[in-house]
T-cell receptor
Framework: DGGITQSPKYLFRKEGQNVTLSCEQNLNHDAMYWYRQDPGQGLRLIYYSQIVNDFQKGDIAEGYSVSREKKESFPLTVTSAQKNPTAFYLC??????????FGPGTRLTVL | GQSLEQPSEVTAVEGAIVQINCTYQTSGFYGLSWYQQHDGGAPTFLSYNALDGLEETGRFSSFLSRSDSYGYLLLQELQMKDSASYFCAVRDNTDKLIFGTGTRLQVFP
């Protein structure tokens, strides 16, 4: 089954805890992106990676970290330094023509 | 700064035509695209315009005028399932997609 997967779908964490969101793909795309979406808002770029072992900060990288050790995987860690982490997190793959393919998303709630 | 402006909400009835406008101000321009997002779901790609003019894909069309930094998405023969949020997005000179804040479309019977 091909595509982009994110897990878990729903995630709850206590304040002060780090949590890692998974993003996996088997479509052989080089470019991968992490976005954050707040209710009624657009998508804001957290981090992106154009190639393995390289990634760049987006517009709201503070309090987040990523790694890109394999082409297929681009995990996002939400650290305790992120003051308002409750949001919908979307991972996407990039291709030509501005087309990005999004995963189903992870809804993170901080208790 | 970089910004994409869209109306926050649009309402229409089934069978009608609706136009969602997008004006942009970005560092570089490498095309305008549109995405649809249903409540609770992920955005899905609808269309892309790199050059001026109208692109048609079934009931949906997208228009671009680079001289006016303006584009729109046109939805015809509206159906209830078209109720969703619609986002315009521009690729800037750092190769990132900048998204608008989205337009919520409500289609009524």
């Amino acid at each position: 089954d091909g595509g982009i997967t994110q897990s878990p779908k729903y995630l709850f964490r206590k304040e002060g805890q780090n949590v890692t969101l998974s993003c996996e793909q088997n479509l052989n795309h080089d470019a991968m992106y992490w976005y954050r979406q707040d209710p009624g808002q657009g998508l804001r770029l957290i981090y992106y990676s154009q190639i393995v072992n390289d990634f760049q900060k987006g517009d709201i990288a503070e309090g987040y970290s990523v790694s890109r050790e394999k082409k297929e995987s681009f995990p996002l860690t939400v650290t305790s330094a992120q003051k308002n982490p409750t949001a919908f997190y979307l991972c996407a793959l990039g291709s030509g023509n501005n087309e990005q393919f999004f995963g189903p998303g992870t809804r993170l709630t901080v208790l | 700064g970089q910004s994409l402006e869209q109306p926050s909400e649009v309402t229409a009835v089934e069978g009608a035509i609706v136009q969602i406008n997008c004006t942009y101000q970005t560092s570089g321009f490498y095309g305008l695209s549109w995405y649809q997002q249903h409540d609770g779901g992920a955005p899905t790609f609808l269309s892309y315009n790199a050059l001026d003019g109208l692109e048609e894909t079934g009931r949906f069309s997208s228009f671009l005028s680079r001289s006016d930094s303006y584009g729109y998405l046109l939805l015809q023969e509206l159906q209830m399932k078209d109720s969703a949020s619609y986002f315009c997005a521009v690729r800037d000179n750092t190769d990132k997609l900048i998204f608008g804040t989205g337009t919520r479309l409500q289609v009524f019977p």
